[in-house]
């Protein structure tokens, strides 16, 4: 199947700094990938749909000054929390649709101190 | 909107089968999903159904029943490694698009 890689895996910031987490499609282009936020033992929340070329689409209540998402390239989508929080520290995993199919990246664990 | 309901939590043997429910309420049907979620990894697709009935996959098999707004998940001669958390999700209204909805998830807990 198709593959789909984020990057970091792990990552521990700061509070106050910015973290960049990247969403590749490897073998395939992605004109729209998703991502996602998961709290421990608490479903998937999706944050914003990414769309290659244009602004991103977020869900209700997400802040959008604060969960920077661009798309520039069609593998390639990156998600920016700006000025983390520890209360932003959360499981952040991105996915990519292949010709009806969903594929997600491994997941992102974020741990802002 | 949608809404779609699970079992929060299953225990089950190693070896035996196990049955997970899934409930829904949708406006507009467009497939139901199965993933599977080990702890700390992200999902991974097991199943799509669009027609009514039962579709098998090696151990896994998925059901679907439109009329009544019901899905179940079929795991079949339990492993130690299918311990995981099962999430139902459901694409949004309208074709061409795959937001997908999910359920809370049912965490499996698989005993020896």
């Known amino acids: 199947g198709a593959v789909v890689s984020q990057h970091p895996s792990r990552v521990i910031c700061k509070s106050g700094t910015s973290v960049k987490i990247e969403c590749r499609s490897l073998?395939?282009?992605?004109?729209?990938m998703f991502w996602y936020r998961q709290f421990p033992k608490k479903s998937l929340m999706l944050m914003a749909t990414?769309?290659?070329?244009?602004?991103?689409?977020?869900e209700q209540g997400v802040e959008k000054d604060k969960f920077l998402i661009n798309h520039a390239s069609l593998t390639l989508s990156t998600l920016t929390v700006t000025s983390a929080h520890p209360e932003d520290s959360s499981f952040y995993i991105c996915?990519?649709?292949?010709?009806?199919?969903?594929?997600f990246g491994e997941g992102s664990r974020l741990t802002v101190l | 909107g949608q809404n779609i309901d699970q079992p929060t939590e299953m225990t089950a043997t190693e070896g035996a089968i196990v049955q997970i429910n899934c409930t829904y309420q949708?406006?507009?049907?467009?497939?139901l999903f199965w993933y599977q979620q080990h702890a700390g990894e992200a999902p991974t697709f097991l199943s799509y159904?669009?027609?009514?009935g039962l579709e098998e996959k090696g151990r896994f098999s998925s059901f679907l029943s439109r009329s009544k707004g019901y899905s179940y998940l079929l795991l079949k001669e339990l492993q130690m490694k299918d311990s995981a958390s099962y999430l139902c999700?459901?694409?949004?209204?309208?074709?061409?698009?795959?937001?997908?909805?999910f359920g809370k998830g049912t965490k499996l807990s698989v005993i020896p």
């Open positions: 996915s990519a649709d292949d010709t009806g199919e969903l594929f």
């Open positions: 073998d395939f282009q992605a004109t729209t």
């Open positions: 990414s769309n290659e070329g244009s602004k991103a689409t977020y």
């Open positions: 949708t406006s507009g049907f467009n497939g």
């Open positions: 159904n669009v027609l009514d």
């Open positions: 999700a459901l694409p949004p209204r309208g074709a061409g698009s795959y937001q997908l909805t």
